[in-house]
């Protein structure tokens, strides 16, 4: 059974769960949700805390929801969320996206938001992901690319910023600019009907910036990026100081503006 070799570069310090916890099914899986049926089988791939998760298993009353993180402590906020909810029709596992512990066909649609960005084999993952998909179902994926992000005014240390970021995930195995390439993965992983397409977040107003900006800030001194990107020698702390204040400022500008550029594929299985 093929097994992870990518090394997940954000980990899960409260800066990266920060922005987990804010995604949902409309922000951030708008492409897939007019193909949902009540009854159907849902697996959400690199679940996180289930913020995502809980909102497809809402969607699906009649059917049921399987969330899958390879990381077990970060499900354990993912299952007070469905609490919270009170969402009887969703479970949640650890596992590895290139060797899925489900039997071929399991599901109708098989989901993953940001995750391929981070694996070390994108085509192997979607392949296991067609695997556990019923014939005639969907596998549906979306993925920053961070190639593609864009901000206004122009900050020397936020283009500092996006370098180290795609240094550091290239070192870890991952590829940054996953959105542009999940078509030809897609492809090569044997499909033949995909459809492709792309949206946004984009954050300006002062709420958003301070929102945005902070974590970041925080993330790049502090979380598993900030101690790979030293123990790599791709940045020294200050750098990453320097950095961070990047992201202040920009912060602080009162006409500044982020956007975060997406690419999106449903796959007919």
Not at 157 to 165: A, F, H, I, V
């Amino acid at each position: 059974m093929a097994q992870e070799t990518a090394v997940y570069t954000h980990g899960h310090h409260e800066s990266v769960l920060r922005s987990h916890r804010w995604r949902t099914a409309a922000n951030s899986a708008a492409y897939l949700l007019g193909e949902l049926r009540a009854g159907h089988r849902v697996l959400d791939v690199g679940c996180g805390p289930g913020t995502i998760t809980a909102d497809l298993a809402a969607l699906v009353p009649e059917g049921s929801v399987t969330g899958l993180d390879a990381a077990p402590g970060v499900l354990e906020q993912a299952r007070a969320t469905a609490a919270e909810r009170g969402l009887d029709n969703l479970t949640f596992t650890t596992g590895d996206v290139h060797g899925l512990d489900f039997p071929d066909g399991t599901f109708d649609v098989v989901h993953t938001h940001q995750t391929l960005q981070h694996v070390g084999d994108p085509v192997g993952a979607l392949r296991e992901m067609r695997r556990v998909c019923a014939p005639g179902g969907l596998v549906a994926a979306r993925d920053a690319d961070y190639g593609g992000m864009f901000w206004y005014p122009h900050i020397p240390g936020m283009t500092e910023w996006l370098d180290l970021y795609r240094r550091v995930t290239r070192a870890n195995g991952g590829e940054p600019d996953a959105g542009r390439r999940l078509h030809a993965w897609a492809r090569e992983a044997g499909f033949t009907d995909v459809r492709i397409s792309t949206s946004t977040w984009t954050f300006t107003s002062p709420q958003e910036r301070a929102w945005w900006s902070g974590l970041w800030a925080e993330r790049t001194v502090e979380s598993r990026y900030a101690e790979r990107a030293v123990a790599g020698g791709l940045a020294t702390p200050e750098d990453l100081r320097r950095i961070s204040e990047a992201w202040r400022t920009w912060g602080e500008e009162e006409d500044g503006w982020f956007t975060v550029v997406h690419g999106e594929i449903l796959c007919r299985a």
